[in-house]
């Protein structure tokens, strides 16, 4: 087993977007989780709530990484990283950037955070 990575804060100018969902399958309810922080680790945004139309696991990690980053545009104008544990959400999110986004944004998809 792996041990957990650290979290590393972000480049200085840069900020890092953390977001995570969880389902639970029996009972089909879904939460997210985000957490946007500045090169000095210090939290801008803390935000959570209950998606009600997700349907799996990858689905919520889908609407935790869009809400992350619609509040990243919103509250901020720094540049970001958009981190999650979500490999295949992370993946999508750079083919869509491929098409044209129009603001510097790096994705980090680790398998394993602490």
Do not use: H, Y
């Not at 650290?6 to 997210?32: L, R, S, T």
């Not at 210090?42 to 689905?59: I, M, Q, T, Y």
């Not at 990484?65 to 720094?78: D, F, I, M, S, Y």
């Not at 295949?88 to 986004?101: E, H, L, R």
Request: proline share 4%; charged share 25%.
């Amino acid at each position: 087993m792996r041990e957990p990575s650290k979290w590393e804060p972000p480049p200085e100018g840069w900020i890092k977007i953390n977001v995570d969902g969880g389902f639970d399958n029996d009972m089909g309810k879904a939460g997210i989780g985000i957490v946007i922080r500045d090169a000095f680790g210090k939290a801008l945004l803390c935000s959570w709530r209950v998606p009600f139309r997700a349907r799996n696991a990858e689905e919520t990690e889908a609407v935790a990484a869009t809400e992350g980053l619609r509040l990243a545009v919103e509250w901020n104008q720094e540049k970001a990283i958009l981190e999650s544990d979500c490999a295949s959400v992370i993946q999508a999110f750079k083919c869509v950037a491929n098409f044209g986004v129009r603001f510097s944004l790096l994705f980090v998809e680790e398998s394993n955070r602490g």
